[in-house]
């Protein structure tokens, strides 16, 4: 798993921090944009609130990582519910916005950090939520990261994968799952049941199903919430 997840996390942070951090930034805040990136502003607007949905109403007390913050709209709602916040980003540059966007008053509840959303020196939580962080992951490499992720949380791993439709699929092969001119790195469409075996060859996870929790379909989004109990 090493090789593969570094190489694809050094790709993407190529690609939110340098090639697409002020187009992702647009994108995330309410200016105006196409036709394209507005189904995907309001299918991620609605994931999120999916995976909000998976959460207790009260955080107070809670820790929580926000494993892929981005521009830190999911960290500032996990605050405003009483949650103590770590949001970890491959993009610095992203990072600088998600400060700028969140309201004072919630910033001493958030520690926004650059760096891998796996590494275990961020320490333990109540809970982590993962946003479209693993979407360009290999399902092995997904796997491996929950299987992390999942020993570093008392209650839950929440997260969102690309599924495994005909038309995702289809559009994963021809390399036109984002718009040309600033395409991410591939996103590879997911089926459960493969991913359930894979999390299953780690002897701690044997006994672990994932749960869905609800998909989004909206134009260029296509996403597939998933709990980890």
Not at 188 to 206: C, D, G, N, T
Request: glycine share 6%; proline share 6%.
């Amino acid at each position: 798993m090493a090789d593969s997840y570094t190489a694809t996390r050094e790709r993407l942070t190529t690609y939110f921090d340098r090639t697409a951090a002020k187009t992702w930034a647009q994108l995330t805040s309410d200016a105006p944009v196409s036709r394209i990136r507005q189904t995907v502003r309001a299918g991620r607007d609605e994931m999120r609130g999916i995976l909000l949905g998976c959460l207790p109403e009260d955080l107070r007390g809670a820790r929580v990582l926000d494993a892929g913050c981005g521009v830190g709209g999911l960290s500032a709602a996990l605050a405003e519910r009483g949650a103590t916040v770590v949001g970890i980003d491959i993009s610095p540059n992203l990072l600088e916005v998600a400060r700028d966007r969140t309201p004072s008053a919630l910033m001493p509840q958030i520690r926004f950090e650059a760096g891998d959303m796996l590494d275990p020196s961020w320490g333990a939580f109540d809970y982590v939520v993962a946003m479209d962080s693993l979407i360009h992951y290999t399902p092995a490499d997904i796997a491996t990261a929950l299987a992390k992720l999942r020993g570093r949380s008392r209650e839950a791993v929440i997260f969102t994968v690309a599924p495994k439709t005909p038309l995702l699929s289809a559009m994963h092969i021809a390399g036109k799952a984002f718009p040309r001119k600033d395409r991410s790195p591939a996103i590879v469409p997911q089926s459960i049941p493969r991913l359930e075996r894979e999390l299953h060859k780690f002897a701690e996870m044997k006994q672990t199903a994932l749960t869905e929790v609800g998909r989004v379909s909206t134009g260029f989004y296509k996403s597939q919430a998933m709990e980890l109990r």
